[in-house]
């Protein structure tokens, strides 16, 4: 059984940083894929960040503030987010592709952890 467990969320002021990790667990052959996602209250689910064995790619609204990195010994994603900003405020999704033994290759979902930016 697969799982992602997400840490590092909570309450910062404007400009401050927070760093995102989510691990994944389980017998896992390969994660080919790895990202965070966002959800404000009312909104849809957005992407924010995703890496690749060979790229990473942003949403325009956090160019130049996040970084995403992966551990591959880990199992392991981050996100470095810096100069946050009221609006980047929701809920912070965890995904990864990954194929592990007993369940092929499948999508998996974090639980959420909250990111509030408020003075």
């Known amino acids: 059984q697969v799982q992602l467990v997400e840490s590092g969320g909570g309450l910062v002021q404007p400009g401050g940083s927070l760093r995102l990790s989510c691990a994944a667990s389980?017998?896992?052959?390969?994660?080919?894929?790895m990202g965070w996602y966002r959800q404000a209250p009312g909104k849809q689910r957005d992407m924010v960040a995703v890496v690749t064995s060979g790229s990473t790619n942003y949403a325009d609204s956090v160019k130049g503030r996040f970084t995403i990195s992966r551990d591959n010994g880990k199992n392991t994603v981050y996100l470095q987010m810096n100069n946050l900003k009221p609006e980047d405020t929701a809920v912070y999704y965890c995904?990864?592709?990954?194929?592990?033994?007993?369940?092929?290759?499948?999508?998996?979902w974090g639980q959420g952890t909250q990111v509030t930016v408020s003075s």
């Open positions: 389980g017998i896992i052959f390969r994660i080919n894929a």
């Open positions: 995904n990864a592709d990954i194929l592990a033994k007993g369940v092929g290759r499948a999508d998996y």
